[in-house]
């Protein structure tokens, strides 16, 4: 197996990644802010969106893009009703994850040249968590899974985008997976429906607030104050705390970020609640 070095090195095809959410852009906006990376958002089918990252973290931090993504859509998942699907590649690797509230993430990975190098039983348990054919779908993933000289990492990506148009995946052709971060981003910009995430303040802040509290996410956010807002906030904190002493034993930056934001978002949801309190 490729060593982290030959994954974050200059050679080779540059990375990207694309997270996909089970929701309306509505809804992901403003929870997407808080990872503090600059995105751009486009609708990517009647119930999902794409989030495109700019890719700071494996570009200027060395971060191999695996974890760093795999981090994002676990403090996604964790923070919201909904699941979140990596989408990930580099010079030798591509691969997903899915991550649904706390459940364990599932995935798989394949090498550059496509030969598959996760479990079988993964793409079983994804299907069944995202709604798949127990039958046809699954079989279709499992030809992901087997040895194919003629497909590579990009062409099983694609593959896997084929089979999730079974449950309304419909990825923009333009935002094909394979393709330079920095690309993807520009792409997805000249869209007439792209939203640009980034961390939010003054008016921007205060009327995503306005919108998103009028939405079916809103009960869940920490400026309203209510009981499943701070059960949320109790969840985050729970969870973030040990997620980030495990980045931190094995210094895995993508873990670490994770862990962080959701220990963050929590406390911030927390202290909300105790300083505005719902008349």
């Known amino acids: 197996m490729p060593t982290e070095a030959g ?3 200059p050679a080779g095809p540059a990375p990207g990644a694309l997270l996909l959410c089970r929701a309306v852009p ?7 802010h808080l990872l503090r990376e600059p995105m751009q958002l486009v609708r990517a089918g009647d119930d999902w969106s ?6 700071g973290p494996w570009r200027d931090g060395g971060e191999p893009v695996d974890r760093v993504v795999t981090g994002w859509a676990t403090a996604l998942a964790v923070g919201t009703p909904w699941p979140v699907l990596a989408l990930w590649w580099d010079a030798d690797h591509a691969g997903f994850l899915l991550a649904s509230g706390f459940r364990r993430p599932v995935g798989f990975d394949w090498l550059g040249s496509g030969v598959p190098v996760g479990e079988d039983e993964a793409m079983r348990t994804f299907a069944e968590r995202v709604g798949l054919d127990p039958v046809l779908d699954v079989q279709a993933l499992d030809e992901l899974a087997k040895p194919d000289s003629a497909a590579d990492a990009r062409t099983r990506l694609r593959g896997l985008l084929a089979v999730l148009a079974r449950v309304g995946v419909s990825l923009p052709p333009e935002l094909a997976p394979g393709e330079p971060a920095d690309r993807l981003r520009k792409a997805a910009a000249l869209r007439p429906d792209s939203l640009p ?4 303040g003054g008016r921007e802040a205060v009327g995503e607030r306005h919108t998103v509290g009028h939405s079916r996410l809103g009960p869940w956010m920490p ?5 499943r807002a701070r059960a949320l906030a109790l969840a985050q904190v729970a969870a973030g705390v040990p997620l980030l002493a495990w980045g931190l034993r094995r210094r895995n930056g993508g873990w670490v970020a994770a862990g962080g934001l959701l220990l963050a978002n929590g406390t911030l949801g927390l202290a909300y609640g105790l300083t505005y309190p719902r008349d």
């Open 197 to 200: 995430v980034a961390w939010p």
């Open 7 to 9: 994954r974050t090195g």
């Open 223 to 227: 400026w309203t104050g209510g009981p």
């Open 50 to 55: 794409v989030l495109v990252p700019e890719g």
């Open 26 to 32: 509505g809804a992901v906006a403003p929870v997407a």
